[in-house]
């Protein structure tokens, strides 16, 4: 890619044109899954306040001349620009790009983009087949609409957060993003679900996702509990509401997930550590008895954790195999350097003149058309002179009295 010329996109989604007027994670995640499926995105940033996390740890290069691997990682693949949506050419020059693209993607707090006259109802009178993405918080309707929103306001609400840590503990914080990333993925499904509706009618129409329904999604059994049964969800720890054995046990050099808890698998566990004789105990010989909570705690765990008790976790892999589900609680090293992962293709490296940046690919593992996930990050502005001839037919010198307007 260079500032003269798009990049040639291949994938999927190719030929789809995007606008990424978003910051952070959930925005700009949505918008590089896209990209990675072949879309052409543009990411637009205000000239003098960009995107934050372009400052976030960790950094690679030296001086001026250093980058962001977090900011990389969500924003591969994409041409940047600048435009100042506070400037009256900066609002008409996002016009003028809304009605050449198919999908525009922001995540400003819902309001925002209408007061400075480019919200969805503007736009859509542009261009009627444009799908307009909305990611916030709390989402484009209802009382708590205007509320700021973090990842951390999504758990809390959503009811994740009061879900997650120990019994005889204060709730715990999920160890990552998962209100933004949440929201990530509910967009980008709303996006091409509205594209494909788009490509048939012709009509575009609004995708509002907010971070609260969005981890309020991923909830498992804790509403029907309630609404059913009128039980409301508490922290487990490790173990599962229903299911045991089924969780996290120690072994000699950390800790395995375990999930041996139908009678089949049950049955193999106890012939492959060495307690064949358990699978008829009269107390523990069935999946009901092994539900229990009593005879969990006092016969099942204690056997469970004998077994792995004396052996480290590759030990214990290779006996489980293929049949027994039992693998190793890894850290983020031992991921990065696993095989499997190698061999999937989800820890790729992104070249960069100022040095290489390891970083996940994609989970979407398409048999013919296939993502692309090596693409570098813009530096902000790179792509303007190219962007802004090739879609509006700006020439440098227009482009240069825009920019001494503070338009771009």
Known sequence: MTASAPQARR??????????ITRVVAGPYCAMILADLGARVIKIEHPEDPDYVREFPP??????????????QYNRHKEGI???????????????LATRAD?????????TM???GVGYEVLRELNPRLVYAAISGFGQTGPNARKPGFDNSGQATGGLWSMNGFADRPPVRVGTIIGDVSATLFATIG????????????QGQLVDVSQQDSVLAL????VVKYTVDGEIAAPLGNDHPFVRPYGQFPCRDGHVFFGGYNDKLWALSCRTFGTP???????????????????????????VEGWFRDRDKAELEAMAGDDIPLCAVKNIREVVEDPHIAARDMVVNVEYPEGRVGMFGTPIKLSRTQAEVRGRAPRLGEHNAGVYADLLGIDAEELQRLKSLGAV
């Open 11 to 20: 994938g999927p989604l190719a030929g789809l044109l995007v606008l990424d």
């Open 59 to 72: 950094l690679v290069g030296q001086g001026d001349a250093r980058f962001s691997a977090f900011f990389a």
């Open 82 to 96: 600048t435009l100042n949506l506070k400037h009256e050419a900066g609002r008409a020059l996002l016009k003028q």
């Open 103 to 111: 999908v525009l993607v922001e995540n400003f707090r819902p309001g």
């Open 114 to 116: 209408a007061r400075f």
């Open 191 to 202: 996006v091409l679900a509205a594209v494909r509706e788009a490509e048939r009618s012709g």
């Open 219 to 222: 909830t498992e059994n804790a």
């Open 277 to 303: 004789e358990l699978i008829d105990d009269p107390e523990i010989d069935t999946m009901a008895k092994r539900f229990d909570p009593q005879v969990y705690a006092h016969r099942v765990k204690p056997v």
